[in-house]
C-alpha cells in the first residue's frame, strides 16, 4: 500500500517541483491549487519567499493567510500532488475558490491520490480551528468534485459564474470533524506530516 505525506515546500524539491508543473503544460492540463508555482517556474526561490508571505500575511479583501503543500509519495520520494490552503475566507473566496484548491500530476491522476491529498489538507484544517471548509470545483470537472463528495462534501450550490470561471460551478461544503472521523481508512495511507523549512526537519503533526 503506498504511503504519503505532506511537505512544505523547500529548495531541495526544486528540480521536483518544476518537472511537477511542465508536466501539466506537456499534458495541456488546467493547473490548480499550487500556490502560483506555475508563475514561478523560472524563480522558484522567488516562489519560496511568496509561500512564507501567503503564510504570514493578514487577511483582507485582496488576499488571505494560506499554506501550500507537496504531496509525497513514500515509495519514491516524489511529488504526485499540491495543495493550497486558505486559512482564512475574504469575500471574493467566499464567491469563488473557498477553502482549498488542489492538483494531482496528471500521469498519476485516476489513482485516488487526492482523496489523501484532501483528506491531509483537512487535518491542517482541522489543526487550525476550522470547522467548515468551502470548496468548488468547475462543473465538468467531474474528477474533482467527486473527490470532494467522497470525504463527505455537501453539494450546496450549482450556478454559472460570469465574474471568475465563466463556467458553471458547482460549490460543496465539508464538516471537517465529522469527515476525519467517517474515513479513518485513509489514515492507515499517511505518514507524519514532514515540515521542510530551510533544510530543517521540524514537525507539524495534525492528529
Not at 514561478?40 to 488571505?64: I, Q, S
Not at 482523496?115 to 474533482?144: F, R
Request: hydrophobic share 35%; aromatic share 12%; charged share 30%.
Amino acid at each position: 500500500m503506498e504511503k504519503f505525506h505532506f511537505e512544505i515546500p523547500g529548495p531541495e524539491r526544486k528540480a521536483d517541483a518544476v518537472d511537477f508543473i511542465n508536466e501539466f503544460y506537456r499534458f495541456d492540463v488546467k493547473i490548480n491549487g499550487t500556490g502560483g508555482l506555475n508563475r514561478y517556474v523560472d524563480d522558484y526561490e522567488g516562489w519560496l519567499e511568496k509561500l512564507e508571505l501567503d503564510y504570514f500575511r493578514e487577511a483582507d479583501e485582496e488576499k488571505v493567510p494560506a499554506r501550500t503543500y507537496f504531496l509525497i509519495r513514500e515509495s519514491d520520494d516524489r511529488i504526485v500532488g499540491m495543495i493550497n490552503i486558505r486559512l482564512a475566507l475574504n469575500g471574493k473566496l467566499r464567491r469563488y475558490g473557498g477553502n482549498i484548491g488542489y492538483c494531482i500530476r496528471p500521469a498519476e491522476q485516476g489513482k485516488g491520490y487526492n482523496k489523501v491529498n484532501l483528506y491531509l489538507g483537512l487535518k491542517v484544517c482541522d489543526s487550525y480551528g476550522i470547522e467548515t471548509v468551502y470548496l468548488d470545483a468547475d462543473i465538468d470537472n467531474p474528477a474533482s468534485w467527486k473527490t470532494m463528495e467522497a470525504l463527505g462534501g455537501e453539494r450546496i450550490r450549482e450556478y454559472y459564474d460570469a465574474e471568475f470561471a465563466h463556467c458553471t460551478v458547482v460549490d460543496y461544503r465539508i464538516d471537517v470533524k465529522k469527515a476525519l472521523a467517517e474515513h479513518p481508512e485513509y489514515d492507515g495511507k499517511l505518514l507524519q506530516i514532514i515540515a521542510k523549512i530551510n533544510n530543517k526537519n521540524t514537525s507539524e503533526v495534525f492528529s
